[in-house]
């Protein structure tokens, strides 16, 4: 078994007056890929947001290499080797697509060579190297945001819905992207409403609803049960033929 790389205990976020997460636990295995599913507004992004740092726990542990993140920056939660791609891609729009990416890095250089693997992904990133990141179309965007993540090596990355209004095609190339790091041994924590490309990916899956955590287990066994599918998402997977067929939760 794996060793966990980031371990939730008992952890609670309000937000804004409202108790989100209820007692959220749950273990990332280091070079795996962990899916985060459930009905919409259960918690999934807040999860992420909370290991950030963009919200503050209010109770409980979270765990990243044996450190304590409560209360820690997000910027040295960064620092530390998480990255995070918001769900609404958290790019510069007036900057260049050369300057979003020279931003996420850590030492303000690029290596060569991370770079042209990069590009080697999404071919748009040098095609638009110099041109304003918000004129590029929606899935463009999502490269850059995700692209951001990956322009150095990161020991964890935080993704929240990337698959969201994407066309097939562009979905096919995230799904390659993901692959790849999987395959380079980078541990991924991912929300995903796409249940082809999820079960396509992940490794293991966290099932919540209303803030809690109501299943943990293998994604092979969940894609397979289409009654545990059924009673925690109320739908099943339809076996699509790839990733890029989409099929949303409700």
């Known amino acids: 078994m794996s060793k966990s790389l980031l371990s939730l205990e008992d952890v609670h976020t309000h937000v804004e007056g409202f108790h989100i997460l209820q007692g959220v636990s749950f273990e990332v295995p280091e070079n795996q890929v962990v899916v985060l599913l459930g009905r919409n507004g259960a918690g999934k992004s807040t999860t992420l947001r909370t290991i950030m740092g963009l919200w503050a726990a209010s109770a409980g542990s979270i765990v990243f290499r044996d450190q304590s993140l409560r209360g820690v920056s997000t910027a040295q939660i960064a620092r530390a080797g998480v990255a995070y791609v918001p769900e609404n891609m958290g790019i510069f729009s007036g900057l260049t697509v050369r300057q979003n990416l020279l931003l996420a890095t850590r030492t303000g250089r690029f290596d060569p060579d991370r770079l042209d ?10 095609k638009y190297w110099n041109f304003p990141a918000g004129k590029l179309s929606g899935g463009q ?7 951001r993540a ?5 020991s ?15 979905v096919e190339s995230l799904f390659d992207a993901f692959l790849r790091l999987k395959q380079m041994n980078t541990t991924l924590l991912l929300v995903e409403q796409n249940l082809s490309f999820a079960s396509e990916l992940g490794d293991s899956v966290v099932v919540m609803d209303e803030g809690r ?4 287990g293998s ?5 397979r049960d289409t009654d545990m599918q059924s ?10 033929q790839s990733p890029a067929e989409t099929e949303h939760l409700p």
Not at 231 to 240: C, H, I, N, T
Request: proline letters at 9%; glycine letters at 6%; zero cysteines.
């Open 117 to 126: 693997w990069l590009f080697s992904i999404f071919p748009p990133l040098h």
């Open 141 to 147: 965007k999502q490269m850059v945001s995700i692209g």
């Open 150 to 154: 990956m322009v150095e090596k990161r």
């Open 156 to 170: 964890l990355i935080l993704v929240d819905e990337p698959t969201k209004g994407i066309a097939p095609l562009l």
């Open 213 to 216: 955590v109501v299943h943990t």
């Open 219 to 223: 994604m092979e066994t969940f894609a």
């Open 231 to 240: 009673r925690y998402l109320g739908l099943s997977f339809a076996a699509p």
